[in-house]
């Protein structure tokens, strides 16, 4: 859990503030959504991050979200997340987020419509199964498919040696 202090951040001559200040220095809130957004430093997904010092008196860096959650609601239990209600990974609205597994992420992510698993349940496919059959039972050159898809063409060979989406059961 979050000491309640900020450390100071390479040269800076700033004196360790308390979390609480500091942090909600950093949101922003929008009156029309209720998310409280975080405005500092996000990673590439727009999770916020945050520096603050441990029990131990070491720099910690924890997700936004999360210490919202801990400065409510104390800690976090072992193997819980942090799950948004609103889909906004910026927010940190304590009234936004509740406590999950792992599994609940998942099953919150696919019921929402946010899962990687599309095209029939192939990570990060290009095509469809409708496309893969298409290719299966064309007779077209390799590179032509390639082209009409905007695929390389070892994908399309892959597909027709059955090497990727074998679980696509077709006859060719």
């Known amino acids: ?12 001559k ?10 909600w220095s950093k949101v922003k809130k ?35 979200h999360r210490v919202s959650w801990i400065m409510k609601n104390g800690k976090i239990p072992d193997g819980m997340n942090v799950l948004h209600k609103c ?18 992420n998942m099953e919150d992510m696919c019921l929402k419509g946010r899962s990687y ?11 469809n199964p409708d496309q893969v059959i298409e290719i299966l ?6 590179k032509d498919i390639a082209k009409r898809y905007s695929i390389t063409r070892g994908s399309v060979r892959n597909i027709k040696r059955r090497i990727t989406w074998r679980s696509l059961n077709v006859p060719v």
């Not at 700033?14 to 942090?23: A, L, S, T, W």
């Not at 889909?87 to 609940?104: A, E, R, Y």
């Not at 039972?137 to 390799?142: A, L, P």
């Open 30 to 64: 929008n009156e029309e959504t209720g998310c409280w957004e975080w405005t500092a430093t996000k990673n590439k997904t727009g999770y916020g991050s945050v520096a603050y010092v441990d029990d131990n008196g070491k720099t910690k860096m924890q997700r936004s």
């Open 14 to 23: 700033r004196k360790p503030e308390p979390i609480e200040g500091r942090f």
């Open 137 to 142: 039972k064309s007779n077209d050159k390799v």
């Open 1 to 12: 859990m979050p000491k309640g202090v900020y450390p100071r951040v390479g040269n800076s």
């Open 117 to 127: 698993l599309k095209n029939g349940g192939i990570i990060a496919a290009k095509l």
């Open 87 to 104: 889909d906004n990974p910026s927010c940190v609205n304590p009234d936004h987020l509740f406590l999950g597994t792992h599994k609940d």
